[in-house]
């Protein structure tokens, strides 16, 4: 099983920058592909970033030049580096894992921008 612990997310200005980061519990050369999702009430949850091992990393046209997506294999973490905050980047952050068919999700942290 995979456990996924996430931190970072608070309040910042718009315009600000935020750096969430999800521990895995277990290496992460393991999992297919890491990723980070948002979701806003009342809409589907939403792929905002996602690494692989043999592929580029890829991002949502609404946040691309914004965000960067990462991995530091030695501590088992994936991190997601947000810059010129918008209000519209508002959501609740999941971070996901997937080994083979079977996906795993943190327990969501909350991203507020707001002046």
């Known amino acids: 099983q995979v456990q996924l612990v996430e931190s970072g997310g608070g309040l910042v200005q718009p315009g600000g920058s935020l750096s969430l980061s999800c521990a895995a519990s277990?290496?992460?050369?393991?999992?297919?592909?890491m990723g980070w999702y948002r979701q806003v009430p009342g809409k589907q949850r939403e792929l905002v970033a996602l690494?692989?091992?043999?592929?580029?990393?890829g991002y949502v046209d609404s946040v691309k030049g914004r965000f960067t997506i990462s991995r530091d294999n030695a501590k088992n973490m994936v991190l997601l580096q947000m810059n010129s905050l918008k209000p519209e980047d508002t959501a609740v952050y999941y971070c996901?894992?997937?080994?083979?068919?079977?996906?795993?999700w943190g327990q969501g942290t909350q991203v507020t921008v707001s002046s």
């Open positions: 996901n894992a997937r080994i083979d068919s079977t996906s795993y």
């Open positions: 277990v290496s992460i050369f393991s999992i297919n592909a």
């Open positions: 690494t692989t091992s043999g592929a580029r990393p």
